[in-house]
Nanobody, 122 residues
């Protein structure tokens, strides 16, 4: 019953901000690394951010570092991606994903959400 449901995407102008949410169910979020990925049209899916459950470390892709922030509310089984200073190249479908193993740091497991569209355009 593992389920991840993204929300919060939409249309935003360059320089704007969005907050994406990922609601996790069927497991206890605090035990799992979880991350955000995105896939732009015609491009491969890429990691945006990953938050480890083992040591709390966080990875950000160079393209979003300093602009995006991943956070958790483990008590509510929620994950967020705060996106600031958005650029047109941030346009993509954004997915959250969970590690296959507890207490790990690999965000790209077998469990994915359905994705939420983020479009950055003037």
């Amino acid at each position: 019953q593992v389920q991840l449901v993204e929300s919060g995407g939409g249309l935003v102008q360059p320089g704007g901000s969005l907050r994406l949410s990922c609601a996790a169910s069927g497991f206890t979020l605090r035990y799992y690394a979880i991350g955000w990925f995105r896939q732009a049209p015609g491009k491969e899916r890429e990691v945006v951010s990953c938050n480890s459950a083992s040591d709390g470390s966080t990875y950000y892709a160079d393209s979003v570092k300093g602009r995006f922030t991943i956070s958790r509310d483990n008590d509510k089984n929620l994950v967020y991606l705060h996106m600031n200073s958005l650029k047109p190249e941030d346009t993509a479908v954004y997915y959250c994903a969970r590690d296959n193993r507890m207490y790990g740091s690999n965000c790209q497991g077998d469990n994915w959400g359905q994705g939420t569209q983020v479009t950055v355009s003037s």
